[in-house]
């Protein structure tokens, strides 16, 4: 277990860390350089605590969790792509695909499993739950061969994407923590419908802006020219 702790420490740091700067990002205004700076160090932590929870969930045993980590690698980072990466998709995305279509049959497999098992539950999960998250990565991975087979995105749809990719990362981490491990970091309020907000109000960010985003701005008026006398 000693081994394991330097582990543990960096996956709560990073995990702490990156919802600070996610926080932050999305309150700063989009397409700043303060919205930039923290939205890369948010892509950064979440990085790092998906990849400390991968082995650690597997451990436990908690292959539910450990399929979620890899599933929110791939969205920060198909999000961090839909800005960065622009004009004609290649290789990085065709990997990106490959990334959540696994995650699509890991989920389909162990629910199958738990569906089998001692009261439809897999590792203390239901089987619901792993249909879930196979439902979500099936809907990235179809979005997904939209932007491999189609036409180039417009800046309007890379920014949807990138939206609603990396707050989907956010709202699995905050639900993570806050519901999923109320037990053990919040005993205070176990049960307390409090620590729901941070996924709701997560859930209410993105409505509002792809909303915001997909709406046609309004045409301008012009502006008749004066006659110079």
């Keep these: 277990m000693s081994i ?36 890369s160090w948010f892509f950064i932590a979440m990085l790092v605590m998906a990849v400390t929870a991968t082995p650690l969930a597997l451990l436990e045993p908690d292959r539910l969790s450990a399929v979620a980590a890899v599933l929110t690698a791939y969205l920060v980072t198909t999000s961090w792509m839909a800005v960065k990466r622009r004009g004609k998709a290649g290789w990085p995305e065709w990997a990106a695909l490959a990334a959540a279509i696994g995650c699509v049959v890991a989920e389909i497999l162990l629910g199958l499993k738990a569906m089998n098992g001692v009261g439809s539950e897999l590792d203390g999960q239901p089987a619901t739950a792993f249909f879930v998250f196979a439902g979500l990565a099936a809907w990235a991975a179809l979005l997904d061969l939209r932007v491999l087979l189609g036409a180039p995105l417009s800046a309007q749809q890379r920014l949807a994407r990138h939206l609603w990719r990396m707050c989907t990362a956010y709202f699995l981490a905050a639900t993570s923590l806050f519901l999923g491990q109320q037990d053990d970091v919040f005993p205070f309020m176990a049960g307390s419908p409090l620590l729901f907000i941070p996924s709701l109000a997560t859930l209410i960010f993105i409505a509002w802006w792809l909303v915001k985003v997909r709406r046609k701005p309004k045409p301008r008026r012009a502006i008749p020219a004066t006659q110079t006398p």
């Design 4 to 39: 394991l702790l330097p582990l543990v420490a960096v996956h709560i740091a990073s995990g702490t860390f990156g919802l600070i700067a996610g926080t932050v990002a999305m309150a700063r205004r989009k397409g700043g350089p303060q919205h930039a700076r923290w939205g």
